[in-house]
């Protein structure tokens, strides 16, 4: 908590999450609930700052990765009939593998908005249909939430954002916020003094909506270079030195990994490229210069590369 003057008290935990005691996969669906036999009914788990980025990815899991994803962070907190309760529930529930993948969609959809938002992008309405049709799946939609689709979606990059933008915050702070909050609470220590920490009201999706909120205040949502997906960069924009425009961006699961396979397909793209401008008849610095290769000598390298290659084909 500061103040414009400074810091007040101390920072506040982000608090935990209760995983039930029993999480089980039956058919088509995630079984939970408490087991009387547990020495734990349930137990507080401390989820990572970008839990977001990896309960988005759950749009096309398998049965098994949702399983072990809510056995590690916890569960959606819907009840035996397969609905939200307007309580939270930590007592025991139903939850279909088709919930949960459309629930990571919602959120996967409102964090590319705010990508493209945040990089100045083009939105396409498929995206924006996408995150609006979705409403459905959490809470009573919000009239206004539909007013751009009584007319032709505009062409222009501006009032497009103003589509895309509004969504966004209707959907954050009807959907997530309201309907899954989280608020400041106290628990004592060992020694019995009072702390500060957010409480998870509805468990996960509390977390969820929290994370979804602060990685768009905070700018820190990219595209993933390598996979295409969206990525929440730690510690947000304001945090650390922000990509330059233009400059590639890698989720952790690409990785080093992912920008070497495309330093590779750039270099046989060039490759490819070279050889067809010396077939029409242009010179290896000339392809140089075109290609903005520092040195003719690479190539002159590629040429030959080429045409070795075009021999073991003919033989």
Request: with cysteine.
């Amino acid at each position: 908590m500061n103040t414009p003057q400074g810091r007040l008290g101390n920072p506040i935990p982000p608090g935990t999450v209760p995983i039930p005691s029993r999480i089980e996969l039956e058919g088509d669906a995630i079984i939970w609930g408490l087991d009387p036999w547990a020495k734990r009914q349930t137990k507080p788990k401390k989820p990572p700052d970008d839990l977001v980025q990896e309960f988005a990815r759950l749009a096309d899991a398998t049965p098994g990765e949702i399983l072990d994803f809510a056995r590690r962070y916890g569960v959606l907190g819907m009840d035996e009939s397969q609905s939200f309760p307007g309580q939270p529930n930590f007592f025991e529930g139903i939850e279909p593998i088709e919930r949960w993948r459309t629930m990571a969609r919602e959120v996967s959809g409102l964090l590319k908005v705010a990508a493209s938002l945040q990089n100045n992008a083009l939105i396409d309405v498929d995206t924006i249909r996408a995150v609006s049709e979705n409403a459905l799946t959490l809470n009573a939609l919000q009239p206004g939430i539909w007013f751009w689709m009584e007319k032709p979606f505009p062409p222009g990059k501006e009032k497009r954002a103003a589509i895309a933008r509004r969504i966004l915050d209707e959907r954050i702070r009807f959907d997530w916020l309201r309907r899954f909050p989280s608020i400041l609470s106290f628990e004592r220590d060992t020694n019995g003094d009072m702390n500060l920490v957010v409480d998870h009201l509805f468990g996960l999706l509390s977390l969820i909506g929290l994370q979804v909120m602060q990685a768009v205040a905070r700018k820190s949502v990219y595209f993933c270079s390598s996979c295409k997906l969206p990525f929440v960069r730690h510690g947000g924009s304001k945090m650390e030195r922000r990509p330059k425009t233009g400059m590639e961006r890698f989720c952790e699961q690409c990785g080093r990994a992912g920008a070497l396979r495309l330093a590779d397909e750039r270099r046989k793209e060039k490759i490819r490229t070279a050889n067809e401008l010396h077939e029409k008849g242009n010179s290896p610095k000339q392809i140089a210069v075109a290609l903005g290769v520092r040195s003719t000598a690479t190539v002159t390298a590629w040429l030959q590369r080429g045409r070795r290659n075009a021999k073991k084909k003919t033989r």
